[in-house]
Structures are given as C-alpha cells and as structure tokens.
C-alpha cells in the first residue's frame, strides 16, 4: 500500500476568527499503479488533499502513512517523499523558473543530489516522455504556449522519478484540442510508466474518459469513492455539489425515460454510439 490516510483533518487560519476547515475527518488508501480522479467543486478541499499527500501542508489531524510511515514522523525523510509523490501544480507558472526548459526540468535531480550529467540524462528522458519538441529546449519556460508549459511542468517532476504523479486541473484553461493532447498525453505516461497518478478535476466528461476510480470531494469530505460507472449513478447528489455527469450519461438517461432500453451507465461517445446502434436494430426488426 503506497499511502494510507487515516481520518485527516485541516484548518486553515487555525484558532483565530478567520478559521476555515478545508479538509473534515478525511480516511482513505491510495495503492499502487491506480489512474484515480479527484473531483469537487472549487472549495471542496481537493487541492488541500492533495498538498497533503507529499507533505506540503501538515495536516491538523490524523495521520498520512507512506509504505507504512508516518509522513510527520521525527525520522521520516520528506525530501524523498516529495520525490516519489510528484505534485504538478494548476498553474504551470509556479513551478517554471529557470532561464530554459531544460534547465528547469535539470533543477529536481540536481536538488535530489544528481551529478549535473545524470540531471542532464533523465531531463531529457523525461522531456523526451512529454513529447517536448527538442527545438524548445533552451526556449525561456515563459515563452512557451499554455499546453507546453504544462508539459514543462511535468516534465520537470518526472525528472525525479516519482512512483505517484500528482496533476492539479492541467487543462485549466487549455483549448478542446490542447486539453486532449494532454490528457492523451497523461494515459500514455500512466500505460508507459507503470505509476499511480491522481488527475484533480472538475470536468466530469475527462475524468470519465481515462480513470479507474473516481473520489468526490465535498465541504472537506470524500462523498464517493468508487469506479466510475458506479460514482455517476449518482447524478442527481453531484448537481447538488455543483457537479455533473458526463454529457453521455445524460444523453443515454433521457433516451431510456423516452422509451429505448439502453444502458445508462456507458460513459464514452463510441460504447454510447454502439448501444443506441444495436436497440436501433431491434426495433426494426
């Protein structure tokens, strides 16, 4: 078991009037090599989770257990963590600083204890993972487009070889064509590199596309925490959350109230075409 989270808590502005609990009594394990998406309106606590999973923020209460420790242990080595679990933060931005790309992705290896040479080789591997086009290698990072600096971005957390990737909205304001590029980019990585990666969203119809399972995060709690299928049956509960369902799912809803036996629980365009195909066949037999 990679991360274990035991009935965590946390308080911004702790014991004073602004005091907001963003995470509420929160238990869950994280396994190994497991495509998980996060989901939960803005303010439901799921960027706080997840800067607590690599110790960015301590947590107020409970405990976080990786392979077994405590991550708030006297002994624990918090560098090491924050190089197995990546964080790539919403804005590509925050993390970009070098004078180019590639010596911003050179910066992890190099803070992990890498001799210049091998910071050298796995930044290019990981640039090379991205599909960074090598001509903007010595690009300044702040000259690159919304879509390559995200790219940049990871890159620069694969570098340190994490086992969990950890990625905030990376298509927060990205074009349909940019969002699919990264995405796409996103399951080939999950497929190559054999990792766990958590994909934090709000948007129901990529989450539904490429996760295993899905959490749903509310005022601080996990509401749901389930594979895909079984998390959007619950449609109705998610619009009370300010969330929704996938555009199929609604589709393939009103066609069963409107008479056509489909199964409602597909969630992409071609298993939807496929079935609404095949109960087309039957009524005109």
Known sequence: MAIKVDDISYLYERDTAMQVRALDHVSVEIPDNQFIGLIGHTGSGKSTFVQTLNGLLKVTEG??????EDIDGEKFDKKKLRSDVGLVFQYPEHQLFEVDVLSDVCYGPKNLGMSDEEAKKVALEALESVKMPKALYKSSPFDLSGGQKRR??????????????????????????????????????????????????????????????????????????????????????LEELGLSAPQVTYIMTLLKERGLDVNTDVLNVKDAAAEILAHRRELHV
């Open 152 to 237: 940049a971005a990871i890159a620069g957390v694969l570098a340190m070889k994490p086992r969990m990737l950890i990625l905030d909205e990376p298509t927060a304001g990205l074009d349909p064509r940019g969002r699919d590029e990264i995405l796409g980019l996103i399951a080939e990585m999950k497929r190559a590199l054999n990792m766990t990666i958590i994909l934090v969203s709000h948007s129901m119809d990529d989450v539904a596309r490429y996760v295993d399972r899905i959490m749903v995060m509310g005022g601080g709690k996990l509401l749901y925490d389930d594979e895909p299928v079984k998390v959007f049956r619950h449609v109705r509960e």
């Open 63 to 68: 405990h976080i257990y990786y392979n077994g």
